[in-house]
Each structure stands twice: as C-alpha cells, then as structure tokens.
C-alpha cells in the first residue's frame, strides 16, 4: 500500500551521521513540525546528482523561509548519505537521512526493484509535504521520471 494524503507517517528508524551515528524515530523527527521529506533512488546516481539534490540545495532557504524543515532519503548507507552531502555542499539544516535496509521504505510503500541496474530494492522517486507527522501532500514520480518531486514544483504546490 503507498502512503496517501492523511495518513501518518509510519514509525521506523533511520540512520544519519553528524558527530556520530544517530538513530532517528521517524515520529520524533516529524511530529510538531512542518517538512519535506523528498527521496531518490541513489545517492551519486546521475538524475540525483545532477537536478533532484541540487534543486533542494537551491532553494533551501525559501523552505526554511516558510518554517518547513527539508529531509532527503535514501536506500544507502549513513556513510554514503554523509559523503553525498558534503560533496553537493548540502546546507546545515538539510538533513541526509539513511533509509540503509528500507525499512521506512517499504512501510511508505514506495519501494522499487532496481536490480536490473544492479541496485537491488531501492526508493522511488517522491516527496511528502508532512504536518506534525500527517502527510498533507505527496508528489510521487513515475518510474524513469523526474518532474513533481522537484524543489521547484514541490515549492509550488505547498501551502504559503
């Protein structure tokens, strides 16, 4: 089942590196806060690297603006997220959260087989536009695309 307009966001963990390893209830980071939370299929991937990162890195501040915080994930490992951020000098307060086994994934039913590419179970291409733990919006790509889950589109459509 994919996450729809109302739900809450299901409680797992996810992995992120700051000082050290953290391990983030998904509860926690959502509630009591406005966010987008948008996810790629791979870090350093082309689409990732070149537009889907790099448009959230552009228009971070206008995010920050309107009070919503912005999460990017990934089924990669925190060591993986960690160096793709840097490398994309993602701001601080951009989080890069590791999604390393799926598991959050797949309870937002948004996972796909990438194994013909050699990336085994991956995150589709989306966003969520999430309040105090509710998902308000969701911007889902379709396979091979990358339109809705933009910065820009997504900046669009969420409420000023």
């Not at 915080?69 to 925190?78: E, G, H, L, R, S």
């Not at 890069?96 to 291409?125: C, H, I, P, V, Y």
């Not at 536009?129 to 459509?157: C, M």
């Amino acid at each position: 089942m994919t996450i729809h307009v109302g739900d809450r966001i299901p409680e797992v963990t996810l992995k992120r590196i700051r000082e050290g390893m953290e391990t983030l209830d998904t509860h926690a980071l959502f509630d009591g806060r406005r966010a987008v939370l948008f996810a790629v299929p791979g870090a350093f991937t082309p689409t990732c690297s070149a537009r889907h990162l790099p448009g959230y890195v552009e228009h971070f501040a206008a995010f920050r603006h309107r009070g919503i915080d912005v999460f990017c994930m990934a089924v990669n490992d925190p060591f993986v997220m960690k160096a793709w951020g840097e490398s994309q000098h993602v701001p601080d307060g951009l989080q890069m959260l590791s999604d390393g086994n799926g598991d959050f994934t797949r309870a937002l039913g948004l996972e796909m087989d990438a194994s013909s590419s050699g990336m085994g179970q991956r995150s589709r291409r989306f966003a969520l536009y999430v309040e105090d733990g509710v998902v308000r919006q969701t911007f889902i790509e379709e396979p091979g695309k990358f339109e809705v889950s933009s910065a820009q589109h997504v900046l669009e459509h969420l409420p000023q």
